[in-house]
């Protein structure tokens, strides 16, 4: 028997059909060892010796290996084909050796692009070994990434109080994001003028020309930045006589794109699909690994982690036979198209990202996806076939104009465009991030030189330059490829760790720095400016790159890096607090204090008039305090869920008064985020922000609302007792009497009503509900009385609806909704759930009851057993205090 190891479990299970007798495949789980998230577990004192251990859950999955291997005719690794692959394989190979189970057998390592059966027979027949250099690289970037995550994080948490972590490549994309914050915040628009003249060809067709030149001087887009020159020119142009000076159409071409990268893929379904990085990668594994076709399972796409460009000679050629097919002879190139990287350090000789099989067409391979996975299957299939279609033939043509005002001459043009042959534009154009007119696309009308214009209107039109916008994920990722920051396999989690630790946040689809990771990023740029420049993480890039390629020894890219880092960090042991607040205060100077509009200090402290606000750091915190302090006690906060702690101390924004008591709402940050407060004194009523509020959103109104809570919203069916819904320390609740019961996130506590809240406490009485399909608590609809007594609920569960009595649960049939099932259903099925569940040990199996046998099935004994209530999953512990970036990073595991 040969044993084959992969990562995951539908992997194990698609390559296993191909292989067939003789094969056992096994699936590893992704990585088995990591490093200890410990201090120590990289030792540059012991030439950077690194301490690796069996994660608790991998231990049994190692065991499974290693009872396989013992005997076994030989080992094969066939893990991704790169880097973190190479390393898994590398580590399942060193805890066999550990056990000692090896002994004499052969191990090979195969990879392969796609998981087809010609595919992975074709890798069977061209084994390999582990490639040391792949290996090596590997070592490389997770003891750098733990490094600077241990070394450096811990400098944040003594200097900069509420600050998560740090990491390589998580504080360079953090910077890039706060970088254009600062732009947009500094940003001064400029005002400008466009004058456009609508005008009608002989033939009375019209279109529209700029002005673009007066007298011989050539006028630009800025040019203009006065009202009273626009109206001046305004004025001749309406007494203007206008004739076609020039008219010029040139043939011109437009290329299509190559085929998908990682980078390319994450781009294009986050502005197509409104996919996240993290979702698309999710949703790109099902389909490497394979999906059930008509009861075949097969890999539908190549590995998707991958900056190369290229395709196999075999997928170019079923993708010529696909357009030809399809679109006709028309559409295909004479020869085929051949794309390669602009990138300098692409990772690896890997294929572009395309379907394993041109000819399965999206339409007829959809029915057996999920709706994510059929669109994002499209938008990879087009984009291939639209990469080897011709290219599209288009026609530019560009009119000048002659404007006459007695001893004035004007000058204006008119641009358009036509599409003389769509080619790939038939199938494919690329989405964009920023949408703007483009008059280019314009069609204009028949003309030529000597013809005699008339003019319809004239439109001076005041315009303000914009700062650059927000990036978006899919900008993001752009502008960290173009940097050569991180690699294909890195993107979506480092934007998830940013999201996570509360640096930046998501509206309208765009990346808005939080104060907190302004405050980090302006720590770093002051103390460690040289480990946030980008061409220093990119260089780190290419350095990981050379080692890969057996350039240079692993190990002395870690002995220059650390000579430098350790020196920085040891240099940070005396830093004073005024020091921070000095360089903080400077960066973020105009972000914290922002240009008055009647141009007065803005660090003027408002209530004494005489010292100058400042950044100050607290045990909880950053907020803005007085230099007169303590005779001047004026503080404000920095910005919502800045503090990680207790209540800060600092004072928040004034909301205004309440009406009833005539005290002070404010808004403040606290140990579990930002919270409104009611007056002063020892005990002020407060009541903290439902999470996911944006701190803008809250207003005087809002605020008096969360205050007056708990309300009561509904009476108890059975006690009479009142049911309230209020806010606590787990978020929303509703409760009654000493049961409390979490309102789900489509449920707005100010606003639910009575029926919804019964509903939640009657499925918690019952111990109704333990998980819903999103993991938490489910709330039950009522159905009636058990006939032995106690209510009958049904409930959306995790595999599907369900209906229960006490401790029985019953699946419903597939087909019936949760939201039709009647009481007398229901009993049926629970008296079916109820006779066939086995009974548990040392205890006999209780009848069902005869009666109710009788009510539920008419007389009649149903044989039919419902499925097996779903285990509930183990509860995640949650984390005291966030690690360094280079204590968790993001490990690669089977979807």
Same mark, same amino acid.
């Given at each position: ?34 490093? =200890? ?5 990289? @030792? ?86 582990? @490639? ?25 948490? $003594? ?22 914050? $600062? ?75 190559? *085929? ?37 399972? #097969? ?35 004479? #020869? ?26 999206? !339409? ?34 560009? #009119? ?56 319809? !209107? ?28 991180? %690699? ?87 830093? %004073? #607090? ?57 503080? %404000? ?13 600092? @004072? ?31 005990? *002020? ?36 007792? =009142? ?32 029926? %919804? ?61 949760? @939201? ?49 209530? =779903?285990?509930?999953?183990? !509860? ?20």
């Amino acid at each position: 028997m040969k044993v084959v190891v992969v990562e995951s479990p539908a992997k194990a299970k698609t390559i296993n059909k191909y292989l067939g007798p003789g094969y056992e495949v096994i699936a590893s789980f992704g990585h088995i060892r990591d490093l =200890p998230p410990k201090d120590g577990s990289v @030792d540059p004192e012991q030439d950077f010796a690194m301490l690796w251990e069996i994660e608790s859950k991998a231990s049994k999955r190692v065991s499974e290996i290693a009872s396989a291997v013992k005997g076994s005719e030989r080992l094969i690794l066939a893990t991704d084909p790169d880097r973190e692959g190479e390393a898994i394989s590398w580590h399942i190979l060193e805890a066999l050796k550990a056990r000692r189970v090896l002994k004499d057998t052969p191990i090979e390592r195969v990879t392969f692009n796609a998981i087809t059966k010609d595919a992975v027979k074709e890798a069977m027949a061209n084994p390999r070994q582990i @490639d040391q250099a792949l290996v090596d690289a590997y070592l490389a970037r997770r003891a750098l990434d733990y490094l600077v995550g241990f070394r450096l994080s811990p400098v944040l948490w $003594r200097k900069l109080p509420g600050a998560r972590s740090a990491g390589r490549v998580q504080s360079v994309a953090l910077r890039l994001v706060c970088d254009r914050e $600062r732009e947009i915040e500094t940003f001064v628009a400029r005002e400008y003028w466009s004058l456009i003249a609508t005008l009608a060809t002989p033939a009375n067709a019209l279109f529209e020309a700029r002005l673009v030149g007066a007298d011989g001087r050539k006028i630009t887009r800025l040019d203009i930045g006065k009202g009273e020159e626009a109206e001046a020119f305004k004025r001749d142009l309406e007494a203007a006589r206008f004739t076609v000076a020039s008219v010029e159409a040139k043939p011109a071409k437009r290329h299509p794109y190559p *085929p998908f990268t990682t980078s390319t893929l994450q781009q294009e379904a986050s502005r197509k699909l409104g996919m996240a990085p993290a979702r698309t990668m999710q949703v790109a594994q099902r389909l490497y690994e394979g999906v059930d076709i008509g009861g075949e399972t #097969v890999g539908l796409i190549t590995y998707m982690r991958t900056d190369g460009v290229d395709m196999a000679p075999e997928a170019i050629a079923s993708a010529r036979r696909t357009i030809e097919k399809e679109y006709g002879g028309r559409y295909l190139p004479s #020869v085929p198209r051949k794309y390669t990287t602009k990138q300098k350090n692409a990772q690896e000789a890997h294929e572009a990202v395309r379907p394993t099989d041109m000819g399965r067409l999206p !339409k007829n391979v959809a029915r057996y996806l999920e709706p994510e996975q059929a669109r994002l299957y499209e938008l990879i299939w087009i984009r291939t076939l639209a990469s080897q279609m011709e290219s599209a033939e288009l026609e530019r043509t560009t #009119v000048d104009i002659t404007a006459t005002a007695g001893g004035k001459r004007l000058e204006l043009r008119a641009t358009g465009q036509v599409v003389k042959f769509d080619g790939f534009l038939k199938l494919y154009q690329e989405g964009k991030d920023d949408e703007g007119d483009d008059e280019d696309s314009r069609r204009l009308p028949p003309m030529q030189a000597g013809d005699d214009l008339r003019k319809e !209107k004239i439109d001076a039109t005041q315009h303000f330059t914009e700062p650059p916008p927000r990036y978006s994920e899919a900008s993001l990722v752009k502008r960290m490829e173009e940097l050569g920051i991180g %690699r294909p396999s890195t993107y979506a989690s480092t934007l998830a760790v940013l999201k996570d630790r509360e640096y930046v946040r998501i509206e309208k689809k765009r990346l808005h720095a939080e104060d907190k990771g302004m405050l980090v990023t302006a720590f770093l740029e002051s103390f460690f400016d040289r480990y946030v420049e980008y061409d220093f993480t990119a260089s780190l890039e290419g350095d990981l790159d050379r080692i890969s390629n057996h350039e240079i020894d692993w190990k002395e890219v870690l002995r220059q890096f650390w000579k430098d880092f350790s020196a920085a960090i040891d240099g940070t042991k005396e830093l %004073r #607090v005024s020091e921070v607040l000095d360089a903080l205060n400077e960066i973020m100077g105009p972000h914290i204090f922002p240009p008055k509009a009647d141009g007065g200090d803005p660090r003027l402290c408002p209530t004494c008039h005489s010292g100058q606000l400042s950044l100050k750091l607290g045990k909880f915190g950053a907020f803005i305090g007085c230099s007169n302090y303590p005779e001047c006690k004026y503080t %404000r906060q920095l910005s919502a869920g800045s503090g990680d702690g207790e209540a800060s101390p600092i @004072d928040g924004g004034l909301l205004g008064k309440d009406p009833a008591t005539g005290l002070d709402v404010t808004l403040r940050d606290g140990r579990f985020g930002a919270y409104v407060q009611l007056g002063e004194g020892e005990k *002020p009523k407060r009541q903290t922000i439902p999470k996911g509020t944006p701190r803008d959103a809250v207003d005087l109104e809002f605020a008096l609302s969360l205050l007056s809570l708990p309300r009561e919203v509904a009476k108890h069916p059975t006690t009479g007792e =009142p049911i309230l819904a209020g806010i606590g320390r787990f978020g929303p609740y509703v409760q009654h009497g000493k049961t409390y019961a979490n309102i789900g996130k489509d449920d707005d506590v100010l606003t639910i009503g009575g029926n %919804r809240a019964i509903d939640l406490i009657v499925a918690k009485e019952s111990g109704a509900g333990r998980f819903s399909r999103g993991g938490g608590a489910a709330a039950g609809r009522a159905l009636g009385e058990h006939p032995e007594g106690g209510p009958v609920t049904v409930h959306d569960g995790r595999y599907g609806p369900y209906v229960k009595h006490g401790s029985v649960n019953a699946t419903l049939p597939k087909g019936m909704a949760g @939201d039709a099932v009647t009481l007398e259903q229901a009993l049926e099925l629970i008296a079916a759930r109820a006779a066939s569940a086995p009974a548990k040990k040392g205890v006999k199996k209780a009848a069902a009851s005869k009666s109710t046998a009788k009510k539920a099935a008419g007389e009649k004994a149903t044989k039919d057993k419902a499925p097996a209530k =779903p285990k509930a999953p183990a !509860k995640a512990k949650a984390p005291a205090r966030a690690k360094p970036d280079g204590a968790a990073p993001a490990k690669r595991k089977a979807s």
